[in-house]
């Protein structure tokens, strides 16, 4: 797309803004003389032209098919202000937010992090100003509204002495079983099992072509830290009237060319279709990225994982182990620092030089020492050596893991429980840990460029000698008056911030701080987003942006780019599975707002008009009605085979003559899944190798582990029909028939079963000249 207005380009297909002086790869010289040429010729007189004209040296081509469909009302998106002050709505003297919850019998665990979850700003925003949770998941999210009450409850303005919280504990109870019942539980498993609950029924689908606007955003990160409030709007960006009528828009001279480049972007938006995972308000607070490294100390190579982490579970360190450390500094240094360019090393020289890091000869621990522990070196020697895949051997390496990506709210872990061998209880570690209220530091310890000071929002503590006993209290920092309550249960007390330091804390929530740029962009978009300057909308005037953006704006310190994606499919129109809801999921904003955001913040893309698109209704039709064949034809079988049993008819089903056939347990949760969830993809080929060893004389056995489970083969012959795969495997302990044998033996079974068909048919035939006769006759 080009805006003619102030000749910026942006592409469609890649989601990034086209860099004219530094594109990879670089603009071509005739299409960069032509685009001067249309500045030449475009009239001066402020207005916007979005649409271009036939005469104009180049051709807006239009690379695919027309995916427009009807066109929504734009009456039906609301036009309501979405970012506003906290501290406008309630008073400073008796805030909102200091209501208990009641011990429900050993539920103190439960409470502890309710409390401190809810007084965590993006995720307490977040389901505060939510009535009906359904418009953000095609699931029926019943946890996650029964959430939403409970935290509305909390900071209701009644303020309640306490509540109950036993509805949300029963729905925690119904999909995690080990919190059913009086006992108690350990509060980090707790908020485990809660938060993976919750991003379940909260997630969608998130596709390829959304990576690019985040890999955007970092590229252009320090280009757009250059850009001042004050020169925003001379960056504008306007878009072509819909924001979406073409995908790829580019300069074409002919119909081959057209045709080709056609292809081309029906291949790419294939591509920018696949499907890489789930996202939800939950992975966008809570989510981190550690990548570890491995490094061979023989070949020099480098092996990368990376893994996504929604809280750091950091031991204590005995006196004995930093002293180890300490003893081990020069020498670790020293010895394993063999990269030419010592860049591997750099960041550790300076974790042992940092003043506020030296903690090797002090007796006190904190959480920064835990932290330093936890990212130190590892030497891969000795019974430890790593398996090189260039040398292909065992091999002495440097492990060493960062953090990639920092997320919103840090969860730290701290492990106080320790197993006992006997598995009888786990001991607790009561070494207190000293840990900052405000500007924990991270930097040392990730390869972000963002922000990494961190300020607590609360903590947890547990009181007692094991995990099996003992009480948690709940910690936190009340976001409007600033104070620091005890949330005890049904009892909240406010605190001196010296007393805390006192408390053996167990797991803490720090939300990352945000920049004083940031804070005075929130100042701007709150103007403009007030009551008194919000407008009526218009095509010419106003655009669509996410709803869930602008909520994650307000809240969070680092939002990232802008993505309409949360309502827009890969065409730009509107998304099949969220259009339902559609008037809650995006706002009109003013088309200078928008060019302010995105100077800022970067992503897309822009639409002003929202059309249903005839490409992915169809698909998304299509896909729902396959999910329904698949499940009714599986239960017809099912509902036949029984019948058969029922009727005596035993004989004709493969299980009269053949032990169970057994289905990796996974590909069919995956297929269960499929067929019951809207948003879900197809299970892929079915893959029973997983359930399966092979042995030293190439004989294949049943894992006896779990991994499989029974399936009737007329059923498993249904699923292989339409997914493919195997191999077929049954249920015993003995070794698995080779490919030939089990033929020749399903050949028997198969012949069997249609001699005993044949004769039932048979059967059937001769009863019904009876039948008829016998109707004849009563008729006469």
């Known amino acids: 797309m080009l805006n003619t207005s102030n000749m910026r380009v942006f592409c469609f297909i890649c989601n990034v803004e086209v860099d004219k002086n530094n594109n990879e ?15 030449k010729t475009e009239p001066r007189n402020g207005s916007s032209k979005t649409k271009a004209k036939a005469q104009n040296p180049i051709e807006i081509a239009v690379e695919l098919a027309d995916t427009k469909g009807e066109l929504l009302d734009r009456s039906s998106i609301q036009n309501r202000p979405y970012v506003k002050e906290m501290e406008d709505e309630f008073e400073a003297d008796f805030p909102k937010g200091l209501t208990g919850l009641n011990n429900c019998g050993n539920t103190c665990y439960f409470n502890a992090v309710i409390q401190s979850l809810s007084n965590c700003p993006p995720f307490s925003d977040f389901f505060r100003g939510k009535g009906d949770l359904r418009q953000f998941s095609i699931r029926e999210p019943r946890a996650a509204n029964t959430m939403a009450q409970l935290i509305q409850n909390l900071w209701s303005a009644q303020r309640l002495p306490s509540i109950s919280p036993i509805s949300m504990l029963k729905k925690v109870a119904e999909a995690h079983a080990q919190f059913r019942g009086t006992q108690q539980q350990d509060a980090q498993e707790l908020m485990r099992c809660l938060l993976q609950l919750l991003h379940t029924e909260l997630s969608r689908p998130k596709y390829e072509h959304e990576l690019n606007i985040a890999r ?44 080709t480049k056609r292809k081309k972007g029906e291949k790419r938006q294939q591509h920018a279709n696949k499907l890489i995972g789930y996202t939800s308000i939950i992975s966008d607070i809570f989510d981190g990225q550690l990548t570890s490294t491995v490094r061979c100390l023989t070949c020099k190579n480098t092996s990368t ?66 932290l330093s522990v936890f990212f130190t070196p590892d030497k891969l020697c000795g019974d430890d050596m790593y398996s090189c895949e260039k040398c292909a051997k065992l091999r002495n390496g440097i492990k060493t893991v960062r953090i990639s990506h920092l997320p919103e709210v840090l969860c730290i872990h701290i492990k106080r429980f320790r197993h006992d061998p006997s598995g009888s209880t786990n001991h607790k570690i009561s070494s207190r840990v000293n840990f900052p209220l405000c500007g924990l530091d991270m930097s040392p310890f990730s390869d ?40 005890d249960d049904s009892i909240v007390t406010k605190l001196d ?42 095509s010419t005037t106003h655009c669509c942006i996410s709803t869930e953006w602008l909520n994650k704006f307000n809240t969070f310190s680092c939002v990232g780019p802008i993505n309409n994606y ?4 890969v065409h730009g129109n509107l998304l099949p599975s ?7 999921l995006c706002t009109h904003i003013h088309v200078s707002l928008w060019e302010f955001l995105t100077n800022r913040f970067g992503g897309g893309p822009m639409t002003r008009e929202l059309h249903h698109c005839l490409v992915c209704d169809q698909k998304w039709k299509q896909l729902q009605e396959r999910k329904k064949t698949e499940l009714e034809k599986f239960k017809q079988i099912e509902q036949t085979m029984d019948a058969w049993q029922r009727d005596g008819l035993e004989k004709c089903l493969y299980a009269h003559y053949l032990p169970p056939f057994m289905i990796s347990r996974n590909w069919f949760s995956s297929w269960i899944n499929f067929v019951h969830d809207p948003l879900a993809e197809p299970p892929g080929t079915i893959d029973n190798n997983m359930i399966l060893r092979k042995n030293d004389q190439n004989q294949f056995f049943l894992l006896p582990n779990g991994n499989s489970i029974p399936l009737d083969r007329e059923l498993f012959l249904f699923l292989k029909q339409i997914y493919g795969g195997g191999p077929e495997v049954l249920r015993s302990p003995a070794a698995q028939l080779s490919e030939q044998e089990l033929s020749d033996l399903l050949d028997q079974v198969n012949s069997k079963i249609a001699e005993m068909k044949k004769q039932l048919t048979a059967e059937i035939l001769k009863q019904e000249p009876v039948q008829s006769s016998s109707q004849s006759s009563l008729s006469t």
Not at 578 to 584: E, G, L, M, N, V
């Open 25 to 39: 790869p670089p603009l071509t010289n005739e299409l960069l003389n032509c685009l001067t040429e249309i500045r």
């Open 216 to 259: 955007s955003f970092h590229r252009d990160t320090k280009r757009r830290r250059n850009w001042t409030i004050s020169g925003s709007n001379d960056r504008n960006f306007d878009g072509a009237d819909s924001g979406w009528s073409s995908e790829g828009d580019t300069p074409s001279s002919s119909a081959d060319s057209r045709s």
């Open 305 to 370: 994982t990376k893994e996504t982490f929604q809280d750091l579970s950091l031991p204590i360190p005995s006196k004995k182990q930093l002293d180890k450390i300490a003893s081990e500094k020069d020498e670790g240094v020293s010895s394993f620092a063999t990269d030419d360019s010592g860049s591997l090393w750099s960041w550790l020289t300076w974790l042992y030089t940092f003043a506020p890091y030296s903690f090797f000869s002090s007796e006190s621990i904190s959480l920064e020492d835990c």
């Open 448 to 487: 972000s460029d963002e922000s990494a000071l961190y300020d607590l929002c609360s903590f947890i503590s547990h009181e007692g000698g094991s995990a099996e006993s003992g009480h948690y209290i709940s910690y936190a920092r009340n976001e409007i008056d600033g104070n620091w309550y005890e949330f």
């Open 497 to 538: 911030t010296a007393y805390l330091m006192t408390k053996e804390a167990y797991v803490l929530f720090y939300q990352r701080r945000a920049t004083e740029e940031c804070e005075i962009t929130k100042e701007h978009v709150r103007f403009a987003l007030s009551p008194e300057n919000v407008t009526l909308p218009k």
């Open 566 to 569: 949360d309502f827009l499919c």
């Open 578 to 584: 969220r259009s339902a809801h559609i008037s809650s």
